[in-house]
């Protein structure tokens, strides 16, 4: 029975990470390009409420920001044959700074952001994530501390990142539409939106209290699936 | 022993008085609305501008201890130096805290202006009522003022991140131009007098307009003081010429 359990458990872990990377970092079918479709929550838009993030929130935030970032892309991109063709990180990485890469970056940063969270996030990491993390801070409480306080002191508009980078686990930020899609070697884990926009209904200028409920929500398995 | 003299060294020694979180201007919370949300003047104010103030008298306070005399007394002044003052404080203070002179300056002379930019829509007889130089020179930069306030509200509708669009005086060439500054810098420290402004950070309009920037935009400017933009082109005019007595320009 104990060896049906650890079967069951271990094969329900793969399914999921395979769920997670099929799903593909845009959240919209795989190497798709121009004209994108509209980016999907992966939950419902009140999934995260008992956790501190209302639905309010996420329908604005998605319904308004997310889409509206495709929709700006798709018409920035009607009289640009020469980059049709390219999918969102191949955008990501080619263009320079300017409006075709703020809404391509802020696409992929926000389907990352709601696969950061679940419903029933929260909690701890195991396994290998707890013991990265563990390497690199210490504690999973120490990590938690530091990230935080990146979080809270991140000036104007951005995200926290962790990020995996020669093998190690670290904390990145990134200022407005920035994304580590654009530094080589670096592989994301896990973000957190820090644009005011992210909890201005729910929390005004309390970006802390924010930070506390991300923290709620915050999807280990998702991060564990993204780990190279 | 004598108090007072050791008071007043200690004074000088730390720098002067505390920077005090000015009112709202000749308007209560809920004068703004309906084109400014009482909540949103609220929290903007006792929140948001607070903060920003308390911060900078922090910053202010090591700043002075660190590297006293350095400093001037008037914020503005500090804005207007940044760059000299900054380098003269490199070797005495730490990045982290140059960074939080710089945001918190910034975010206190920034709102400053803007709540000291606005007045109830029904204290104004007309729409631009107070314009008057200032009324000439926009016309003649931009054909008109309903021009100018399109090219400024395209400005600001199209804004990106966190930040501010302004209307300044660039002192040396004496020319009327819309610029934009992201986070909480302002202009100052380019040589470009601040006429008025609008924050664009998405605390300023997002309980009211979400992410429409262009609604917020037209409320904005049924609040704008058209009275003080005047009186701040006529004292930007004044710093010019202090600063540019032999100016090329003889327009005004």
Known sequence: LHCCSLLLTSVTNMIRQAVFRGLNRTGVRSASSFPFEMP????????????????????????????????????????????????????????????????????????????????????????????????????????????????????????????????????????????????????????????????????????????????????????????? | ?????????????????????????????????????????????????????????????????????????????????????????????TQPLVIKFRNNLGGYLAHDLFFRGLTPAKAKPTEYSGLQTLGTALKKSWGSLEDFKEKFLDESSKFFGSGWVWLVLELKSGELMIMQTKDQDTPYSAGLEPIMCIDMWEHAFYLKHKNDKQGWGQDFWRLVNWEQAELRYLAAQEKRAEKYPVAGDGDL
């Not at chain 1, 009140?46 to 639905?55: C, R, T, V």
């Not at chain 1, 935030?61 to 020469?82: F, I």
């Not at chain 2, 050791?6 to 005090?20: D, N, R, Y």
């Open chain 2, 1 to 93: 022993m004598e108090m007072a003299p050791l008071f007043f060294l200690l004074l000088v020694a730390f720098g002067t008085a505390e920077i005090t979180l000015p009112d709202l201007p000749g308007y209560g919370y809920s004068d703004l609305e309906p084109f400014m949300d009482e909540a949103t003047v609220r929290v903007h104010h006792d929140g948001h501008f607070a903060a920003y103030t308390n911060k900078l008298n922090d910053a202010l306070e090591e700043i002075n201890t660190l590297s006293p005399g350095t400093l001037p007394e008037d914020p503005v002044d500090m804005a207007r130096n940044y760059n000299i003052l900054v380098n003269r404080l490199r070797k005495k203070v």
């Open chain 1, 40 to 228: 999907t929550l992966p939950y419902a838009v009140d999934a995260l409420q008992k956790n501190g993030i209302s639905d309010q929130t996420l329908g604005t935030h998605h319904g308004k920001h997310h889409c509206g970032y495709v929709t700006k892309l798709n018409a920035a991109l009607e009289s640009k044959k020469d980059l049709q063709a390219q999918t969102m990180e191949q955008l990501i990485t080619s263009q320079p700074a300017g409006p075709i890469f703020n809404c391509a970056a802020q696409t992929w940063n926000h389907t990352f952001y709601w696969n950061s969270m679940a419903p029933g996030g929260g909690g701890s990491p195991t396994g290998k994530l707890k013991d990265a993390i563990e390497a690199q801070w210490g504690s999973v409480d120490k990590f938690k501390e530091e990230f935080s306080a990146r979080a809270a002191g991140h000036f104007g508009s951005g995200w926290v990142w962790l990020v995996q980078q020669d093998g190690k686990l670290a904390i990145m930020d990134t200022h407005d539409a920035g994304c580590p899609l654009t530094t080589s070697g670096v592989t994301p884990l896990l973000t957190c939106d820090v644009w005011e926009h992210a909890y201005y209904i729910d929390y005004r200028q309390d970006r802390p209290s924010y930070i506390k409920s991300w923290w709620a929500c915050v999807n280990w398995d998702f991060a564990a699936a993204n780990m190279a």
